[in-house]
Structure formats: structure tokens, C-alpha cells
């Protein structure tokens, strides 16, 4: 089902939706770059002269109020309701709109900061695989106590800098 993303399942039966070409353009996830995304947005922002205001403050603050109006939009749903919401074309596009909002301003920030986006997702990711070991939290989540974490190099250099 290229192009498809599932929803869930309401009463045995598996929703998908096809979010392949949602705005309509030739960009779809399967031949997209993170490169092209970046090239995209740094072009948007060059044609403006926007770059005086895109630091790493304001790019992180927009990020963060437009995960808000993300999140804004399945406030006080139960899960079955936003996916019956989810099936609305104009909810759908809502969606679309606000996730777009997110990734592009955490796609400025990574141009900003001239950070590759890519390999800062995999270290992670590479670290999220020792915190939380699939056969230890297959199924089920539990937030580590800070004592059972693995040690994190980041971690220190965050304490060091708050008690300078």
C-alpha cells in the first residue's frame, strides 16, 4: 500500500488514508530528500530575507507553538473520535498543514544551526535503542529512573553548564 499510512482500527476493521500527494505537488515521502526538504526551505527563506530573523530561538519557540495548533486539533478527542475526524478532508488537511508547519520550521532550525538533521536522528535513535532494549519493552512503555539510564555524555554537559 505505497503512499498509505494506517490510522487504526475501529471495530476490527483497519483504516488507512492515503497521504501520498496530499498538497498536490510531485514531493512525496518515498522520493523527497531531507537535502531537498532543506534546499526548499532555505530557498523560501533567502527569497524573503528572512534570515535575519530565523535563529535558533525564534526557529525552536515556532516550532513549538506550531506543535500547539498541532495538537490543538485533537484537544478533548478520544482516540476513536479523531479517527473518525481523521476520514474528514478538511480535518485531514488541518493535520497535514500544522505537521508541515512543525517539519519545516524544525527543517530551518537544522539550517540555521548548518546541523545534518540526519545524522543527529540516527545517533539518537541509536541511543533510544539502549535506553529502552525491544525485548526488555516490547509492548508495554515505562519511563526509566534517572538511576537505570545509561549514562549520556549530553547529559552531563547539561548539568555542567547549569551550575556554571
Known amino acids: 500500500m505505497t503512499g498509505y499510512s494506517h490510522l487504526g482500527s475501529a471495530g476490527g476493521a483497519v483504516t488507512y488514508f492515503d497521504f501520498h500527494n496530499i498538497g498536490g505537488g510531485d514531493m512525496t515521502d518515498h522520493q523527497t530528500t531531507?537535502?531537498?526538504l532543506r534546499t526548499m526551505m532555505k530557498d523560501f527563506v533567502a527569497q524573503r530575507q528572512w534570515e535575519k530573523f530565523?535563529?535558533?530561538r525564534n526557529l525552536a519557540a515556532s516550532a513549538a507553538v506550531e506543535a500547539g495548533e498541532l495538537l490543538e486539533?485533537?484537544?478533548?478527542l478520544g482516540d476513536n473520535e479523531a479517527m473518525a475526524r481523521l476520514q474528514e478532508p478538511a480535518f485531514r488537511q488541518a493535520v497535514a498543514d500544522e505537521m508541515s508547519d512543525v517539519l519545516m520550521y524544525i527543517i530551518s532550525l537544522?539550517?540555521?544551526l548548518d546541523l545534518d538533521i540526519s545524522a543527529a536522528a540516527e545517533a539518537k535513535m541509536a541511543r533510544n535503542r539502549t535506553k529502552y532494549p525491544a525485548e526488555k519493552f516490547r509492548g508495554h512503555y515505562q519511563r526509566p529512573l534517572?538511576?537505570?539510564?545509561?549514562?549520556d555524555s549530553s547529559d552531563k554537559d547539561k548539568k555542567a553548564d547549569k551550575s556554571a
Not at 486539533?73 to 478533548?76: I, M
Not at 534517572?146 to 549514562?151: F, H, M, N, R
Open 146 to 151: 534517572k538511576s537505570q539510564q545509561p549514562a
Open 110 to 112: 537544522a539550517n540555521a
Open 54 to 56: 530565523h535563529t535558533p
Open 34 to 36: 531531507v537535502a531537498q
Open 73 to 76: 486539533l485533537f484537544q478533548w
